[in-house]
């Protein structure tokens, strides 16, 4: 019987000090979110929180039409048979991905240069 209790003390013990560290860990993560104003990156409230209403609307259509777009390419792409075709598909869409990509990091960068002028 006491070598339960040593083992459930052991146990208890160890919890303790990875929750200890489970806890530095997320106050390490966290400090960089304070000092960047708390800014969410990526898709999200965080993006959008100083658009007005008709912005963010505008923002989400265009958003629903890439997924729309992108959507029906994986649709052609999987339909196709012919290898030349299904490669000139995939390019087509991976030119997609880097187009919306790409605004959506000048997007980003007129943000942060619109935060820092504040």
Excluded: C, F, W
Excluded at 15 to 25: C, H, I, M
Excluded at 31 to 57: C, D, I, L, R, V
């Amino acid at each position: 019987m006491k070598n339960i209790y040593k083992s459930m003390l052991s146990v208890v013990a160890l919890l303790s000090v990875s929750l200890a560290v489970s806890a530095t860990e997320a106050q390490k993560l966290a400090e960089p979110m304070k000092e960047m104003g708390g800014q969410h990156h990526g898709m999200g409230m965080g993006m959008m929180s100083g658009m007005t209403e008709a912005q963010k609307s505008e923002h989400m259509r265009s958003s629903q039409e890439h997924m729309l777009q992108m959507h029906d390419l994986s649709n052609q792409i999987l339909a196709e048979k012919d290898a030349v075709k299904k490669e000139a598909l995939k390019k087509q869409q991976l030119d997609l991905m880097k187009a919306h990509h790409g605004q959506m990091m000048e997007r980003h960068s007129q943000k942060m240069l619109d935060q820092k002028g504040k």
